[in-house]
């Protein structure tokens, strides 16, 4: 995933997150911290996939 990931589309990601993966509550995808890397470590351990495997997903989204 780029570094220069864009948090105005974030809405549209985390609507395909939702989608993807329905067991997400808005909670989970409520942009709270302070490091992409910090919440990116938190939901990739929500959804049991490694944090690689979650940039790669949100990449393709």
């Given at each position: ?10 809405n ?25 890397e ?9 959804l ?14």
């Amino acid at each position: 995933m780029s570094k220069d990931f864009d948090i105005n589309k974030w809405n549209s990601i985390q609507m395909d997150l939702k989608r993807k993966y329905p067991q997400l509550t808005n909670a989970d995808l409520m942009w709270r911290h302070e490091t992409k890397e910090d919440f990116f470590k938190i939901l990739a351990v929500k959804l049991k996939l490694t944090r690689k495997e979650l940039e790669k997903m949100i990449a393709s989204l």
